[in-house]
């Protein structure tokens, strides 16, 4: 896996093989398989009811635990081992345990929120969770405020990423990965490419067009089509103008479905010639087919989803947990795991040290998007429990899910 080396033809090939991490997102506002919460063998905290203090014993109990998504941290599957944890094991002396059991926003979330109500440990030190749904954990109070001064590699986030709605200056929560929302097209079907709606839902495509049944993704950049800027507060009948939007398309017939990460095997069979996709898909997809597909960020604006490191209210290892993500904001090692997963990386500095790894991948605008790409990108505002509810129910009303 990754090491000072440019990864082989055949690692590349076993990389591109494995299913992404997209692929168990699909349908993340509240549809997806429901995954196994690991029962995490360690030392329990009595922490009380939400908002009561938790003892750090971190100087004696030198463990981490770690929930994250599947395929989504360098792994090498001859050690079936993760170097760039094991590195961090080994120099840090703290125990990680790492397990892929986040496998959808809502129904992780549905496994702790009991214990986090009460005030339990979970089993959890650090949790990797969607915008929206870190938004709500922010929101109800069950993160723990980072130690800045535990993590100086904070600094390294990328400048887009530092100050978002859902935790402004970034005092609960660090990007893990981040990636774009946008259009995704077949070249040798439309050799002029996708960069507008117009373009999207041009009459030759008609029936043939996919689109992603993530709501923040497919309703941000309808909006941003309408004029709308999604990162601040916006009306309903703003909403609601794209949803009869999206609905009229539908009914037209332009739309052919709205779906998961699974529009990459109709890109592939040529069932759909152009979507609203994501950039690490598209990225793939080129791979695996000799530049046969194409990504773009709309022209009008596309959507930054990202997945954020959060300590839970519940963590009686909060320093242990603060040296684990302080570790992964290191350029090297954030170049390491790049290399593996091929999302944006949402450190700065990442893409000299990838130069080291693989000079390509260093020159990849998915993974290192310069600063007019980022500029016409946009995080979708935090949304109230009620609005989230309302917004949600219409799109799945309109897409017929």
């Known amino acids: 896996m990754p090491t000072n080396n440019p990864l082989s033809p055949e690692t590349r090939a076993i990389i591109r093989a494995q299913m992404?991490?997209?692929?168990?997102?699909?349908g993340a506002g509240g549809l997806g398989v429901a995954g196994l919460l690991a029962a995490c063998g360690t030392k329990s905290a009595s922490t009380g009811a939400k908002g009561a203090s938790v003892t750090d014993i971190s100087a004696t109990d030198k463990i981490a635990r770690w929930a994250n998504w599947t395929l989504y941290l360098d792994y090498d599957s001859k050690s079936k081992t993760y170097p760039t944890l094991e590195a961090f094991k080994k120099s840090s002396g703290i125990n990680v345990t790492y397990a892929e059991d986040v496998d959808d926003n809502n129904?992780?979330?549905?496994?702790v929120a009991g214990q986090l109500k009460l005030g339990k440990d979970i089993g959890y030190d650090i949790v990797t969770l969607t915008d929206w749904m870190a938004g709500r954990w922010i929101r109800l109070g069950y993160t723990q405020t980072l130690d800045a001064a535990a993590i100086p590699n904070k600094k390294n986030i990328l400048t887009v990423l530092e100050n978002v709605s859902f935790d402004p200056g970034r005092n609960n929560s660090l990007t893990w990965q981040t990636g774009f929302a946008g259009f995704g097209w077949n070249k040798s079907l439309l050799p002029k490419g996708v960069h507008t709606l117009d373009d999207l839902?041009?009459?030759?495509?008609?029936g043939r067009i996919e689109v992603l049944s993530?709501?923040?993704d497919t309703m941000g950049i309808i909006m941003q089509y309408q004029g709308v800027?999604?990162?601040?507060?916006?009306?309903?009948?703003q909403f609601m103008n794209a949803i009869d939007f999206l609905q009229k398309k539908i009914s037209d017939g332009f739309i052919r479905q709205v779906k998961g990460n699974s529009y990459k095997e109709d890109l592939i069979s040529g069932d759909a010639i152009a979507v609203i996709g994501w950039s690490g898909d598209l990225f793939q997809?080129?791979?695996e087919n000799k530049g046969k597909f194409e990504f773009a960020i709309p022209e009008s604006g596309g959507t930054l989803w990202s997945d954020n490191l959060m300590i839970p209210s519940t963590s009686p290892h909060k320093a242990n947990a603060e040296a684990v993500i302080n570790n992964y904001y290191d350029p090297k090692v954030a170049a390491q795991v790049a290399a593996y997963v091929n999302y944006v990386c949402p450190v700065q500095g990442a893409q000299a040290e990838m130069e080291k790894i693989d000079p390509t991948l260093a020159n990849s605008p998915y993974i290192f998007p310069d600063a007019a790409a980022l500029a016409?990108?946009?995080?979708?505002?935090?949304?109230?429990?009620?609005?989230?509810?309302?917004?949600?129910?219409a799109f799945q009303k309109a897409t017929g899910n």
């Open 20 to 26: 992404t991490r997209r692929g168990v997102l699909a």
């Open 107 to 111: 129904t992780f979330y549905g496994k």
């Open 201 to 206: 839902f041009a009459p030759a495509n008609k």
């Open 214 to 216: 993530e709501m923040r």
């Open 229 to 237: 800027d999604i990162s601040k507060t916006f009306t309903e009948a």
């Open 285 to 287: 997809l080129a791979t």
């Open 376 to 393: 016409k990108v946009k995080v979708f505002a935090s949304l109230t429990p009620a609005e989230e509810t309302k917004y949600q129910t």
